[in-house]
């Protein structure tokens, strides 16, 4: 069955810091990837998509993911934090045939 | 920008009783998606609908659940009977086209007592 796996529940990093986020899909073929991020409170919104073509995509709010098919991943990276990006972010793929599945969500916090 | 809308952003209701979650997609898109997300738990999938039908439903979508869209702009998510279990945060999303990205909007969360 497709699936998203985000790996890591809570992750903490310093205002300033790098930071990676990893997701890992399960599909039969190269899904649709997404990248959301939830605020409390407040809905999901895109940060960015991966449907075909240059495997490192740029997102809004200096965020990027590269999709590696070898590793069946598609990773968010950021290269400096800032304590605004504190929030509940999501992977999701879709298979075209498949409604849109989303991994459990990683929780990032940012400290001073 | 156009956006999705939800209301209300808090209903709170007694086990039984019947709920309407409404939405107002964006105005040129033609796809349509309820999704639900139970506290500390992952989104899931409930129901979409295009072309005045559905035309996809997950396992949690069963008869206690409908979708209508009455009037054109509105897509309204009903739960018939709602159980202590229907409490989540309920999205609403909408896309132009099929597999392009989906716009959520900023949630209703229902709470049944």
């Known amino acids: 069955a497709q699936s998203v796996t985000q790996p890591d529940i809570h992750i903490t990093v310093s205002e300033g810091a790098s930071l990676e986020l990893r997701c890992n899909y399960s599909?039969?073929?190269?899904?649709?990837l997404f990248w959301y991020v939830q605020s409390p409170g407040q809905g999901l919104q895109l940060l960015l998509k991966?449907?075909?073509?240059?495997?490192l995509v740029q997102g809004i709010k200096g965020f990027e993911a590269e999709f590696k098919r070898s590793q069946s991943s598609f990773n968010l990276r950021k290269p400096s934090v800032h304590w605004s990006d504190a929030a509940e972010y999501f992977c999701?793929?879709?298979?075209?045939?498949?409604?849109?599945?989303f991994g459990k969500g990683t929780r990032l916090s940012v400290i001073a | 920008e156009p956006e999705v809308t939800q209301t209300p952003s808090h209903q709170v209701t007694q086990m039984g009783q019947e709920v309407i979650l409404r939405c107002v997609p964006i105005?040129?898109?033609?796809?349509f998606y309820w999704y639900r997300q139970i506290l500390g738990q992952k989104v899931e999938f409930l129901v979409s609908?295009?072309?005045?039908?559905?035309?996809?439903k997950s396992e949690i979508f069963d008869d206690q659940f409908s979708v209508e869209r009455p009037d054109g702009s509105n897509f309204t998510l009903k739960i018939r009977s709602t159980k202590l279990e229907d409490s989540a945060m309920y999205f609403c999303?909408?896309?132009?086209?099929?597999?392009?990205?989906?716009?959520f909007g900023p949630g209703t969360r229902l709470t049944v007592l």
């Open positions: 999303a909408s896309t132009a086209s099929f597999r392009n990205e989906q716009f």
């Open positions: 599909y039969g073929a190269t899904p649709y």
């Open positions: 991966y449907f075909s073509g240059d495997t």
């Open positions: 999701a793929g879709d298979s075209g045939n498949t409604p849109l599945v």
């Open positions: 105005s040129n898109h033609l796809y």
């Open positions: 609908f295009y072309n005045n039908e559905i035309s996809e």
